[in-house]
């Protein structure tokens, strides 16, 4: 499905008018983006760090998972409206850009991955699950959250 | 007489073949920037969450010192590669940072987060001396890591500032702007 129709609505929503006006304004959301980067790095680390048992090893990981849970969707709800934002300016230039769908791609399996298969299995204890499948589900989860950020940064290289 | 000193250091890290080297290698200086990024996810993001917990919104049911000396080493670790990256990035392009207003805030914002998480370190210390990590945090420690997430967002936004040229020395900007972003010819220029 071609959703160039999607990017070319964004080039002449109201967001782009402002986003293409105020080059302040872009940069502040630009530096807002990357602060709500920076707390669902943290987010994402300790809680998968706590499943592969490096880190708070004296706290009980569903405690650490629950505390981070409310952080990671807080930092990506911020991440998704300030993104939303930034690419208005430069829309069709993104379609066109290649790593500006990988990083589209790796945010969804990254946002299924999550909502999908991460919570819905830490909902169980965590003594219940095997720890090899605890130790899988963090590395993959590191991989994909970091994946995503070099990516977006790249967007910009290319 | 500080500016003039400033562009003379830059101007002599210029010199350097690899300043150059990295400068002009695409791939080199994208993977430089990148790590700097990632790296900043794993300090910022550590630095986050310990701060957010002594200013009671995260963790709350787990002592504070606790969080804190948990975390320490694998926020040392995101810090260690990320002022190693930075420091790259700045030999890179030593005279055009050296000239940049953000650049120059930054660098005064993380003198005074440092200085910050050294006062902070030590009261924690303190903290876990005399009363043990049960202890909540003082309004003081509170205020200190009010302050570090205040100083370190400030460290991360005028780094990102500095890819904008608004102010950079060949804009039509006031001699009181040329002196504070160091544009040193630029000022002989206007005198």
């Not at chain 1, 707390?39 to 680390?45: E, F, P, R, T």
């Not at chain 2, 790296?39 to 606790?66: E, K, N, S, T, Y």
């Not at chain 2, 302050?147 to 990102?160: D, E, I, P, Q």
């Amino acid at each position: 499905m071609d959703l160039l129709f999607i990017f070319e609505w964004l080039d002449t929503s109201f967001l782009a008018d402002m986003s293409k006006a105020y080059g302040g304004v872009f940069a502040v959301v630009q530096m807002v983006h990357l602060v709500s980067l920076a707390l669902l790095g943290g987010a994402v680390l300790i809680t998968d760090l706590r499943l592969l048992g490096l880190v708070l090893r004296d706290v009980p990981s569903e405690v650490v998972t629950s505390n981070m849970d409310r952080w990671f969707s807080l930092a990506l709800i911020i991440m998704a409206v300030s993104g939303v934002f930034m690419s208005s300016a430069v829309a069709i230039k993104l379609y066109y850009n290649e790593m500006f769908w990988a990083k589209m791609i790796g945010l969804s399996v990254g946002a299924l991955f999550v909502y999908f298969i991460k919570r819905p299995l830490l909902a169980h204890p965590h003594e219940t699950i095997n720890v090899w499948a605890l130790r899988s589900l963090a590395i993959s989860s590191i991989v994909i959250w970091f994946t995503v950020a070099a990516s977006g940064r790249w967007i910009g290289f290319s | 007489m500080l500016n003039e000193w400033l562009l003379n250091f830059a101007r002599w890290l210029d010199s350097f073949a690899w300043s150059t080297a990295i400068h002009e290698s695409f791939y080199l200086y994208a993977w430089i920037e990148s790590t700097h990024v990632l790296a900043i996810m794993v300090f910022l993001g550590m630095l986050f969450i310990i701060d957010l917990r002594i200013l009671g919104f995260a963790f709350a049911q787990v002592p504070a010192a606790r969080i804190a000396e948990r975390l320490d080493k694998p926020m040392m670790i995101g810090f260690a590669v990320m002022v190693t990256t930075g420091l790259l990035l700045f030999f890179a392009i030593p005279v055009r940072s050296i000239q940049s207003i953000w650049f120059r805030i930054k660098v005064v914002l993380l003198i005074g987060a440092g200085i910050n998480a050294f006062l902070f370190r030590n009261k924690m210390k303190e903290v876990r001396r005399d009363g043990g990590e049960e202890v909540e945090p003082s309004k003081r420690l509170r205020l200190g890591a009010g302050t570090s997430l205040f100083l370190w967002m400030g460290v991360v936004m005028t780094g990102r500032a500095i890819a904008y040229d608004w102010f950079d020395c060949h804009k039509d900007l006031s001699y009181a702007m040329y002196w504070v972003a160091g544009c040193v010819d630029e000022m002989a220029l206007v005198e």
